[in-house]
């Protein structure tokens, strides 16, 4: 009971923001716009990849795809401040970023594929389900991206998952709060068929991003997160091998 009356003034509060923000989720033009900025710059990124980053692993390639496919204009900065081989000093912003953008790009995907199965494809109305399940998938995929490296490296499953679990939990949590609380609050009730289903979740996708980015220069800061490696060093050790 108490939870529900939280949720109710929590969503009473933001009742200004969804008013504002759904006309403009739904509207074709806008979200039209959005599409061609998302090819645009997912175009952009390819492009930086292979004329000037070919040294970027090709985990962090996919990683900086999924986070410009989700995040459009604002993606492809990340990537251009954070991201590239060419950065002249690696902060701890930066790492944080790229931190984030690593964990994004796995939760992102488990998002998606929860909202656009539980909510548009199965067509499911209770919001405790759909938030429950999408929850789940974006735990495991946002897992799945630090478990399977550090096996592929050698490390046991057991400690690859204490590891994933140490590290990625309070940014899952938080991204994940954050986004798919964003989703439900601005699209509840849409179908699957409806603009706003789509406009609200990937607006949704870079709200998590930009509630996690703290959590993550938070936890590098304090070493629990490596901040994935410097793409300038791999630079320099990608000329020195050739």
Same mark, same amino acid.
């Given at each position: 009971?108490?939870?529900?009356?939280?949720?109710?003034?929590?969503?009473?509060?933001?009742?200004?923001?969804? *008013?504002?923000?759904?006309?403009?989720?739904?509207?074709?033009?806008?979200?039209?716009?959005?599409?061609?900025?998302?090819?645009?710059?997912?175009?952009?990124?390819?492009?930086? +990849?292979?004329?000037?980053?070919?040294?970027?692993?090709?985990?962090?390639?996919? #990683?900086?795809?999924?986070?410009?496919?989700? $995040? &459009?204009?604002?993606? =492809?900065?990340?990537?251009?401040?954070? &991201?590239?081989?060419?950065? $002249?000093?690696?902060? =701890?912003?930066?790492?944080?970023?790229?931190?984030?953008? *690593?964990?994004?790009?796995?939760?992102?995907?488990?998002?998606?594929?929860?909202?656009?199965?539980?909510?548009?494809?199965?067509?499911?109305?209770?919001?405790?389900?759909?938030?429950?399940?999408?929850?789940?998938?974006?735990?495991?995929?946002?897992?799945?991206?630090?478990?399977?490296?550090?096996?592929?490296?050698?490390?046991?499953?057991?400690?690859?998952? =204490?590891?994933?679990?140490?590290?990625?939990?309070? $940014? +899952?949590? #938080?991204?994940? +709060?954050?986004?798919?609380?964003?989703?439900?609050?601005?699209?509840?009730?849409? *179908?699957?068929?409806?603009?706003?289903?789509? &406009?609200?979740?990937?607006?949704?996708?870079?709200?998590?991003?930009?509630?996690?980015?703290?959590?993550?220069?938070?936890?590098?800061?304090?070493?629990?997160?490596?901040?994935?490696?410097?793409?300038?060093?791999?630079?320099?050790?990608?000329?020195?091998?050739?």
């Amino acid at each position: 009971m108490q939870l529900d009356a939280l949720l109710r003034d929590i969503e009473h509060a933001l009742a200004p923001v969804r *008013h504002v923000m759904r006309p403009l989720l739904s509207d074709p033009l806008v979200m039209g716009i959005w599409a061609v900025l998302v090819v645009v710059s997912v175009g952009v990124l390819l492009w930086d +990849i292979r004329e000037r980053n070919q040294a970027l692993p090709s985990l962090m390639k996919g #990683v900086w795809t999924l986070v410009v496919l989700y $995040s &459009g204009p604002f993606g =492809l900065g990340v990537y251009a401040y954070a &991201g590239r081989t060419q950065i $002249s000093d690696d902060t =701890l912003w930066r790492r944080g970023l790229r931190s984030t953008a *690593h964990c994004y790009s796995g939760c992102g995907a488990g998002e998606v594929v929860g909202f656009v199965t539980l909510a548009g494809l199965l067509a499911l109305e209770s919001s405790l389900v759909i938030t429950a399940g999408t929850f789940t998938l974006a735990y495991l995929f946002g897992y799945a991206l630090t478990v399977g490296p550090l096996m592929q490296e050698g490390v046991g499953f057991g400690e690859a998952m =204490l590891d994933a679990l140490y590290s990625e939990t309070p $940014s +899952i949590t #938080v991204m994940e +709060i954050t986004a798919i609380g964003t989703d439900l609050l601005l699209a509840g009730g849409a *179908h699957i068929g409806d603009l706003l289903f789509w &406009g609200a979740l990937v607006f949704s996708l870079s709200i998590g991003f930009l509630a996690a980015f703290p959590v993550n220069a938070v936890l590098v800061h304090l070493g629990v997160k490596e901040g994935m490696k410097n793409p300038a060093e791999m630079a320099r050790d990608a000329g020195a091998t050739a």
